[in-house]
């Protein structure tokens, strides 16, 4: 180093100037190079200087400690941010968001915050059309009060149960208890038809876990079909406004084949087709509109299926033939391939025999005419054919060949009743 006053060299460790005396200059040995620490604020200058205002005892305030310590702040408030964004919705929270999702028409998000339901009626797309359905006829909400309801506040009941907790199964085979909740709110909607009304809306806990997740479940958005039909199989197939056929246990709410309904639900305001198919039957369609108060729907008959049709109408056919030669023979043989023993019509057609038989006669007549007027099956494997028949014939007595009466071209009309046997063919049981 070289002394300022005298010019004289001394060492850079010494204070002084051994020569002159003069006081010498510190060095600065601080030589590392400070990195800027990137701060995403509109201001960064005030940010610096409110952190030094803050902090001037705690702890040294040069620029570079300056700098992280606002990184740390920011970095701070954006952690606590997202853990307020992870947090669930509570019960209150998340019945007040759909119910300002249904009065902003933003019914994909409110649908989000349904109970989900495993209904091919109810899906997203299906609520969309039907919400918008109701906004044509003027009932969209146009505002609503929601308060909540103390009287239904309580734990959710279900079954015969006072407090029911589900069993959560975890990966280690232990069982955990958690008990399922439910919260009801009283709502006043204002609708923009100014049919206004008053209703409830309940949340639910869905979650399984120690985790809450509330969903809605509003039975005001639903509305409950029944279909009562001839007969349900297992091979019968539903499709919806013409969409991909589906298993009638796809979509149902219930299907109960004792009493032969089928019970589903559907948003308020749709409006569909059901076409029901199967195996033996002619597709029948069925419309529903949701959004009018109905009574339940019904299927009197099913059509059979062309091929079947021409299957039974021959046992007919055979049957009136079998009757010719029973008739004439005065026995009952001829009826055993199409009538079932222990029938109601085995039981008249023995009878008609009896009589042939007491009296002495037997029948000579011919069947002019046979037209099918209708095949319908009414039951699972039970079907009814209308038919219209032309007879000529007469009744002779055996003992002197006697014409006791006659007829010529009478034209009547018959129903039978045929049931499907194990073996699969079909019999008559039963007519009038």
């Given at each position: 180093?070289?002394?300022?006053?005298?010019?004289?060299?001394?060492?850079?460790?010494?204070?002084?100037?051994?020569?002159?005396?003069?006081?010498?200059?510190?060095?600065?040995?601080?030589?590392?190079?400070?990195?800027?620490?990137?701060?995403?604020?509109?201001?960064?200058?005030?940010?610096?200087?409110?952190?030094?205002?803050?902090?001037?005892?705690?702890?040294?305030?040069?620029?570079?400690?300056?700098?992280?310590?606002?990184?740390?702040?920011?970095?701070?408030?954006?952690?606590?941010?997202?853990?307020?964004?992870?947090?669930?919705?509570?019960?209150?929270?998340?019945?007040?968001?759909?119910?300002?999702?249904?009065?902003?028409?933003?019914?994909?998000?409110?649908?989000?915050?349904?109970?989900?339901?495993?209904?091919?009626?109810?899906?997203?797309?299906?609520?969309?059309?039907?919400?918008?359905?109701g906004e044509k006829k003027g009932a969209n909400i146009t505002d609503y009060l929601l308060e909540e309801s103390a009287l239904y506040n309580k734990i959710y009941e279900q079954g015969?149960?006072?407090?029911?907790?589900?069993?959560?199964?975890?990966?280690?085979?232990?069982?955990?208890?958690?008990?399922?909740?439910?919260?009801?709110?009283?709502?006043?909607?204002?609708?923009?038809?100014?049919?206004?009304?008053?209703?409830?809306?309940?949340?639910?806990?869905?979650?399984?876990?120690?985790?809450?997740?509330?969903?809605?479940?509003?039975?005001?958005?639903?509305?409950?079909?029944?279909?009562?039909?001839?007969?349900?199989?297992?091979?019968?197939?539903?499709?919806?406004?013409?969409?991909?056929?589906?298993?009638?246990?796809?979509?149902?709410?219930?299907?109960?084949?004792?009493?032969?309904?089928?019970?589903?639900?559907?948003?308020?305001?749709?409006?569909?087709?059901?076409?029901?198919?199967?195996?033996?039957?002619?597709?029948?369609?069925?419309?529903?509109?949701?959004?009018?108060?109905?009574?339940?729907?019904?299927?009197?008959?099913?059509?059979?299926?062309?091929?079947?049709?021409?299957?039974?109408?021959?046992?007919?056919?055979?049957?009136?033939?079998?009757?010719?030669?029973?008739?004439?023979?005065?026995?009952?043989?001829?009826?055993?391939?199409?009538?079932?023993?222990?029938?109601?019509?085995?039981?008249?057609?023995?009878?008609?025999?009896?009589?042939?038989?007491?009296?002495?006669?037997?029948?000579?007549?011919?069947?002019?005419?046979?037209?099918?007027?209708?095949?319908?099956?009414?039951?699972?494997?039970?079907?009814?054919?209308?038919?219209?028949?032309?007879?000529?014939?007469?009744?002779i007595n055996l003992s002197d060949g006697r014409v006791i009466d006659e007829i010529k071209a009478d034209v009547h009309t018959q129903y039978y009743k045929l049931k499907k046997q194990?073996?699969?063919?079909?019999?008559?049981?039963?007519?009038?």
């Open positions: 180093m070289i002394c300022s006053n005298c010019n004289a060299q001394v060492e850079s460790h010494q204070k002084f100037c051994s020569n002159c005396g003069t006081a010498l200059p510190i060095e600065d040995k601080q030589d590392t190079e400070v990195v800027p620490v990137e701060i995403v604020t509109d201001n960064k200058q005030d940010i610096v200087e409110s952190v030094a205002k803050k902090f001037p005892k705690i702890i040294p305030m040069n620029k570079k400690t300056i700098k992280i310590v606002v990184a740390l702040c920011i970095l701070s408030v954006l952690i606590f941010a997202g853990f307020k964004m992870t947090q669930p919705m509570g019960p209150e929270e998340v019945a007040a968001q759909f119910l300002k999702d249904m009065k902003d028409g933003d019914y994909a998000a409110a649908y989000e915050l349904l109970e989900c339901v495993d209904n091919k009626l109810l899906t997203k797309e299906k609520f969309i059309e039907s919400m918008k359905a015969n149960s006072k407090k029911q907790a589900s069993t959560v199964i975890a990966e280690d085979n232990t069982s955990k208890q958690i008990e399922t909740q439910s919260k009801t709110y009283d709502v006043t909607i204002v609708r923009e038809d100014k049919n206004n009304f008053s209703t409830f809306l309940g949340v639910k806990n869905v979650s399984q876990t120690n985790r809450e997740k509330w969903k809605v479940v509003l039975e005001e958005l639903y509305g409950e079909f029944t279909l009562n039909t001839p007969y349900i199989t297992d091979d019968m197939t539903v499709s919806i406004n013409g969409e991909p056929e589906l298993s009638a246990k796809d979509f149902l709410y219930s299907m109960d084949t004792e009493n032969n309904t089928l019970k589903f639900d559907v948003f308020a305001y749709y409006s569909f087709n059901i076409t029901i198919k199967g195996k033996d039957i002619k597709p029948v369609t069925v419309s529903f509109d949701a959004s009018k108060s109905r009574p339940d729907q019904k299927i009197d008959k099913y059509e059979v299926s062309d091929v079947l049709k021409e299957e039974t109408e021959k046992v007919v056919t055979a049957f009136n033939r079998a009757d010719i030669e029973a008739t004439k023979k005065r026995s009952m043989a001829p009826y055993d391939p199409y009538v079932l023993k222990d029938s109601s019509s085995w039981g008249k057609l023995e009878q008609k025999i009896d009589n042939l038989i007491f009296f002495n006669a037997k029948n000579s007549t011919t069947l002019d005419k046979i037209e099918f007027a209708s095949v319908n099956l009414v039951g699972e494997n039970i079907l009814e054919i209308k038919a219209v028949e032309t007879w000529s014939g007469k009744r194990d073996n699969g063919n079909w019999m008559i049981v039963g007519g009038w």
